[in-house]
C-alpha cells in the first residue's frame, strides 16, 4: 500500500468517525434544547388551560362532562371565533379556514388528572380512568379553586413525549439540515485530506526519481526545495549528498588522471634509457644504470605514498596510540635531516630544546612521517644557507609543533591547496626538486585521523611555518 493510499485511508477513517460524532452529539443536544423549548411553551399553555378549567369545576361543581368538553373544544373555539369575528366585521373564518386548520392549531393533547391523581380526562383517550403517577403530576401544572389544589392539566410533552406534527416536521428538518452540513463538510475535509496527501507524496515522488538516476549512475541529479518543511530539509539533505557525489567523483577521476600521469613520467624515463641503452645510444655504465635505478625508486616511493593514502581513504589506516614526547622527536628528526640541510647550507635548530617534556598522543611512526615531510619540504623549497626552527608548546589541552623555514614562503590564497593531492604551486621547480604534490596530502591526512589539525602560517624566518595541533596526552 503506498503512502498516498495509506494517507488517503486514514483521512477517510479520521472524517467518518469525526463525521458520525458530530452528527450523534449534534442530533442530540438539538433534540434536548427543543424538547426544552417545547416544554417551555406547554407550560404557558397548560397555565391558560388550568384558569379555564378551574373554572369549568366551579360553574359544573365538578369534573362532570369534562371528558366531551375537551373533545370538542376545537369545534368550540372554532365556532366561537366564527360568530366573533363575522358579526364585528362581516368576515368568516369558516369560508376562510376550513375546521381541520383551526383543529390542527389546537391540536394540544391535553389530559386533566382530579385530585387523587386519577386522569379523568384525556383528549387521546388513551389514559382516561388510569392513575398518573406523582412523578409525572409534578410536570403537570396544578388547578386550584379557593386556594385547594383540584387537580393537575397536562399538556403536549408533559403527557407524551413524543413530538405532534408540527414540531416533529421541525426536528425533521433540522435533523436533515444538520445531515447535509456534515455531507457537505465531510466532503470538503476529503478533498483538502486528498491535496493535503498529494502535497506530500508528490516531493516524495520526485525524490524517488532523483534517487533512482543517481543509482543509475547520474549523479547531477538534484530536486526542487521549496519550503521550510521535513520534506525541504529532506530535499536539500538530498541535493548536498548528490552534490557530495559529484565532488567525490570527479577527485575520484582527477586522481586516477594525475597517478597515471605521475606513473607515466619515470616509466617513460625508464624505458627511453633501457631502449637507448640496448640501440647503443646510451653507454651501459654505472651512471647510466644509476639514473635508471633512481626514477624506480622515485616510482616505488610514489607507489607507496598512493597506497598509504588509499588506505587512509578507505579507512583501513590503523593508529597504535602511545603517549610521545614531541621534543625527543623533534631532536631525532633534526638529526636525521642535518646531513641533507648541510648539503645546501642550511641549519636545523630545535626552538624550545632541554625545556621540560611535551607529550602528545600519537602514533609515533605516523608522527614522525608527519614531521619528516615538514622537513624535507623545508630543505627543499629553502634556499642555500637558510634556516630551519622546530619547536612545540602546549596551548590547552592541544600541543602545537611548528616546523618554520626561511624559503619562499606560501602565499595566502594557495595554503588551503597545498594540501590538496598532486598540487604543486610550481611545478616546474617543484618537478624539478623531484616531488610529486602527495606529501601535505599524506600529512593532512594522518593529522587529522589523529583527532588533529594542520595549517600554514608566515614564518618569523621568513619562509613558511606549518603548524601541527595535536592532542596532548
Ligand atoms: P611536493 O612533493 O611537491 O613537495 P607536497 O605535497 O609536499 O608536494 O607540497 C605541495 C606543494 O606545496 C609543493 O609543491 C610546494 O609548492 C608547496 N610547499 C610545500 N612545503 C613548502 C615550503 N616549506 N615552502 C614553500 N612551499 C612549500
Redesign the pocket.
Known sequence: MSIKQRLLAFFAIVICIEGLTTFVLAKKATETQFRTYVFAGDAEKAKVYAGILGEYYIEHSGWEGLQPFLSEMPAFVFSMLDEKIKGDKGFSPASTYSYSTISALLSDRIAVADASGRIIADTSGKLLGTMHPAMHLAQGVPIMSDFRRIGTVLVGSMVDSTFTGANEQFLGQLVRSLTIAILVSTIIATLLGLALSMRITRPLAVLDGAARRIAGGDLSAIVPVSGRDEIASLSASFNTMSGELRRLDEAKRRIIADSAHELRTPVTLIRGTLEGMLEGVFPIDPDTIRSVYDETMRLSRLIDMLRELELIDSGELRLSLDDVDVLASLEKAAGLFRAQAGEKGITIEIGNGGADPISIRADILRFDEVLY??I???I???PRGGRILLSAEREGDSVMIR?D?S????PIP?RER??ERF????KS??QD???????????YEITKAHGGRIHIEDSPLG??S?VVTLPSA
Open positions: 615531510n615538514l624535507a619540504n623545508a627543499k623549497y629553502s616546523v623555514d624559503g619562499s614562503g606560501i594557495e597545498v594540501f598540487y604543486r604551486m610550481d621547480r617543484a626538486s623531484g616531488g610529486r604534490g602527495l606529501g601535505l596530502s599524506i600529512a619562509g613558511a606549518f
